[in-house]
């Protein structure tokens, strides 16, 4: 484990607010796999801070260049956040580097220290944390009281959507930079073992309430009488929603719960060759999993929502967050090939032309820049071979 930024001449930036690298636990970390090689491809002195025991020391996929630092926190479903975000701040204020990428507004706590040591700040909004409703109201507080400090202190703001952009803009009065997440178009993929292609039905989803778990879950008995269900994901913490999992998987021959899935390639060949995808996100603004779907080419059906819309465009099927609607909806998606081929092509262009990673991370990289007037410096550091 390095404990500094450790080569003289290059601009220095800390990615604080993440697991860790390279981590698989959600967007954010999704984000810094493919954000922290491209910045020291781009002549950055990159350190990611994270966790302990969050990521794999022998990972395959992990970029030897990008330094890691991890830090001590509280490992709690409410405290974690800020606990491992403030040690990460007071590691990053006494090494210094030029400039700070933060994650998630929980942190906006601690961007005064930031401030007061001298280093620029260029910080990833998130959702509307304190409209989730896995919060508690102590937490859905202290998650508004952050975000107010973010807009009184960040420097760079980033939304991940316009329409987190506008809400940004409309309740703290600060404007922001839209940048969006990415998705990797796969190889074509062989079919998971006891799976048909376009024959099964996925969701693909931490169990939350705003990711509409519950809706679907009531709505798989009904799907499963006519179709196989795929189901990804889980609490994290066990629950009531992962009971209900286990006992759909267990009642229903058609049905199977997968728990989390980290292997990439097997995430991506669900995605790829389900018949329909429902994606029940309802507060994040432009989700990871979505814009990986639209990657994968998945016939999608998704809640009806702003945040929805605006990644889908005109594409896929929007869908009410009732059981029967949402059953009504799959069953509709699953009996037209037609439908599901075009859907299918459409969202797989509209993927590789307005969400790929090498957009976002130039993106990140330019505002970095912009922030210590550090002009672009065109791949000095190439990745081996």
């Given at each position: 484990?390095?404990?500094?930024?450790?080569?003289?001449?290059?601009?220095?930036?800390?990615?604080?607010?993440?697991?860790?690298?390279?981590?698989?636990?959600?967007?954010?970390?999704?984000?810094?796999?493919?954000?922290?090689?491209?910045?020291?491809?781009?002549?950055?002195?990159?350190?990611?801070?994270?966790?302990?025991?969050s990521?794999?020391?022998?990972?395959?996929?992990?970029?030897?260049?990008?330094?890691?630092?991890?830090?001590?926190?509280?490992?709690?479903?409410?405290?974690?956040?800020?606990?491992?975000?403030?040690?990460?701040?007071l590691?990053?204020?006494?090494?210094?580097?030029?400039?700070?990428?933060?994650?998630?507004?929980?942190?906006?706590?601690?961007?005064?220290?930031?401030?007061?040591?001298?280093?620029?700040?260029?910080?990833?909004?998130?959702?509307?944390?304190?409209e989730?409703?896995?919060?508690?109201?102590?937490?859905?507080?202290?998650?508004?009281?952050?975000?107010?400090?973010?807009?009184?202190?960040?420097?760079?703001?980033?939304?991940?959507?316009?329409?987190?952009?506008?809400?940004?803009?409309?309740?703290?009065?600060?404007?922001?930079?839209?940048?969006?997440?990415?998705?990797?178009?796969?190889?074509?993929?062989?079919?998971?073992?006891?799976?048909?292609?376009?024959?099964?039905?996925?969701?693909?989803?931490?169990?939350?309430?705003?990711?509409?778990?519950?809706?679907?879950?009531e709505?798989?008995?009904?799907?499963?009488?006519?179709?196989?269900?795929?189901?990804?994901?889980?609490?994290?913490?066990?629950?009531?929603?992962?009971?209900?999992?286990?006992?759909?998987?267990?009642?229903?021959?058609?049905v199977?719960?997968?728990?989390?899935?980290?292997?990439?390639?097997?995430?991506?060949s669900?995605?790829?060759?389900?018949?329909?995808?429902?994606?029940?996100?309802?507060?994040?603004?432009?989700?990871?999993?979505?814009?990986?779907?639209?990657?994968?080419?998945?016939?999608?059906?998704?809640?009806?929502?702003?945040?929805?819309?605006?990644?889908?465009?005109?594409?896929?099927?929007?869908?009410?967050?009732?059981?029967?609607?949402?059953?009504?909806?799959?069953?509709?998606?699953?009996?037209?090939?037609?439908?599901?081929?075009?859907?299918?092509?459409?969202?797989?262009?509209?993927?590789?032309?307005?969400?790929?990673?090498?957009?976002?991370?130039?993106?990140?990289?330019?505002?970095a820049?912009?922030?210590?007037?550090?002009?672009?410096?065109?791949?000095?550091?190439?990745?081996?071979s």
């Amino acid at each position: 484990m390095k404990h500094g930024f450790e080569s003289p001449g290059l601009p220095t930036i800390a990615i604080i607010g993440t697991r860790g690298y390279p981590s698989y636990y959600g967007g954010f970390e999704t984000a810094v796999r493919k954000l922290a090689p491209h910045l020291v491809d781009s002549g950055w002195d990159a350190t990611v801070y994270g966790r302990p025991g969050s990521t794999k020391k022998d990972d395959l996929d992990k970029d030897s260049r990008v330094q890691c630092i991890e830090t001590r926190g509280l490992e709690t479903k409410s405290l974690s956040t800020l606990s491992y975000g403030l040690t990460s701040v007071l590691h990053t204020f006494f090494c210094k580097p030029d400039v700070a990428l933060v994650m998630n507004v929980a942190n906006g706590f601690w961007l005064p220290l930031l401030r007061l040591r001298g280093i620029a700040t260029v910080v990833n909004v998130d959702g509307i944390e304190w409209e989730r409703a896995k919060w508690s109201p102590l937490a859905k507080f202290v998650f508004r009281l952050g975000a107010k400090f973010t807009a009184r202190f960040g420097d760079t703001l980033v939304s991940d959507s316009r329409e987190i952009s506008r809400r940004w803009k409309a309740d703290f009065g600060r404007e922001s930079v839209f940048i969006p997440y990415g998705g990797d178009v796969p190889e074509a993929l062989p079919v998971i073992p006891g799976l048909k292609h376009r024959g099964y039905v996925l969701v693909v989803a931490r169990f939350v309430p705003e990711n509409t778990v519950h809706e679907f879950f009531e709505a798989v008995p009904r799907i499963a009488s006519q179709y196989p269900v795929v189901i990804v994901g889980s609490s994290g913490y066990g629950g009531p929603l992962d009971e209900m999992a286990r006992e759909l998987d267990s009642a229903h021959e058609n049905v199977t719960w997968m728990g989390h899935v980290s292997d990439d390639r097997k995430l991506l060949s669900l995605w790829q060759h389900a018949g329909a995808y429902f994606h029940g996100h309802s507060v994040g603004g432009t989700n990871p999993a979505l814009v990986q779907a639209m990657a994968c080419g998945a016939p999608i059906i998704a809640r009806d929502t702003a945040y929805n819309r605006e990644v889908l465009g005109s594409i896929g099927q929007l869908t009410l967050p009732s059981p029967k609607a949402i059953a009504e909806a799959v069953e509709k998606m699953m009996s037209d090939p037609a439908s599901q081929e075009r859907i299918s092509k459409l969202v797989l262009e509209r993927a590789a032309t307005d969400y790929t990673w090498d957009a976002v991370c130039t993106a990140y990289e330019e505002q970095a820049r912009l922030r210590i007037g550090v002009k672009t410096n065109s791949n000095p550091h190439p990745r081996s071979s």
